[in-house]
């Protein structure tokens, strides 16, 4: 009995340590493929959730891969700490291993940070965006006759057909319908990686927080 109970020990272990040796391997490839699909210059890290990965790997299907970009540049549009996952993954073990380009992923979920600097960036001349918490604001001054009026505006953001829409609300100092200058857009023309798309904004203390998503995208090589 005791000869029985090392040996289940020593192959759990085993199985262990090849499980874990794998799923290192196919990690290695998903990121190798998707730094391939979204034009990276760097791999980025790429985690294979759930275990056991052997199971998974020979069913060919992985519900949940997280990966982690890093910073890019879109356009001139800077995202940090652009990271995401796959979801229900397909990744045939033979194809895995003989590198052929036949991994889809069902649904992508992708989310980044604009900081207040990239927001302040595309901001009108003459306007500082600040803020604290989840509070997005704006101020500085403008000519109203011969006057400089100095002003402050809470600013409200949306997702709009070619990027992230600000525009003032609650505006102190001017009158409102003099605040149209304070309105403007920052463009997402690039290609975002696996093309999804722009689906959500939200102000963070960091700046904002977008949030995008595509559909039956593939992990080419």
């Known amino acids: 009995m005791r000869k029985l109970i090392i040996f289940l020990i020593v192959l759990i272990i085993v199985l262990v340590a090849v ?21 990276l210059s760097g791999t980025p890290t790429v985690t294979i959730e759930g ?3 052997l199971t998974q790997a020979i069913a060919g299907r992985y519900p949940e891969v997280r ?3 890093g910073t890019l540049t879109y356009n001139t549009v800077k995202v940090d700490n652009l990271r995401g996952a796959a979801y229900d993954v397909t ?3 033979a ?9 889809t992923a069902g649904r ?10 990239t927001v302040d960036k595309f901001a009108p001349r003459g306007v500082k965006i600040g803020g604290s918490g989840d509070r997005l604001t704006a101020s500085g001054e403008v000519d109203l006759g011969v ?17 992230i829409k600000l525009t003032a609300d609650k505006v102190n100092g001017i009158p409102s319908k003099s605040a149209g200058f304070l309105t403007y857009t920052i463009p997402f023309k690039g290609k975002l990686p696996f093309d999804v798309k722009v689906t959500g904004v939200k102000a963070v203390p960091a700046g904002l927080e ?8 593939p992990l080419r090589g």
């Open 91 to 93: 990744a045939p073990l």
């Open 147 to 163: 006057t400089k009026v100095k002003f402050d505006a809470e600013m409200r953001v949306e997702v709009v057909d070619g990027g």
């Open 67 to 69: 990966f982690d970009l």
């Open 210 to 217: 977008i949030t995008a998503e595509a559909s039956d995208v």
């Open 51 to 53: 275990i056991p990965f």
């Open 95 to 103: 194809d895995v291993v003989q590198n052929r380009a036949q991994i």
């Open 19 to 39: 499980d874990r040796v794998a799923v290192a391997g196919v990690q290695r490839d998903i990121a190798t493929r998707i730094a391939a699909s979204s034009d």
């Open 108 to 117: 992508v979920h992708v989310q980044g940070t604009l900081s207040r600097s």
